[in-house]
């Protein structure tokens, strides 16, 4: 099975909605584990390349964020 066949394409639809900000924030402070930064699954890519095309983590989201929840 390739990494094609085995996309949930209602997760590739949610990461392509999701803002800058909300990207970064899970970037931040999503708990390991969760489907989006498994390196061995298609959506890791996925979510890395839209986060990158959008700025990736910037010093003004950062700010935003802070460092807690």
């Not at 095309?53 to 950062?62: F, K, N």
Request: proline letters at 3%.
């Amino acid at each position: 099975m390739t990494d094609l066949e085995i996309l949930d394409h209602t997760i590739v639809e949610k990461i392509k909605k999701l803002t800058h900000y909300e990207m970064a924030k899970l970037w931040r402070f999503t708990p390991d584990g969760h489907i989006y930064f498994d390196s061995t699954l298609p959506y890791y890519k996925i979510f890395l390349e839209r986060f990158q095309q959008l700025g990736g983590m910037t010093s003004e989201i950062s700010k935003q964020l802070g460092w807690k929840k």
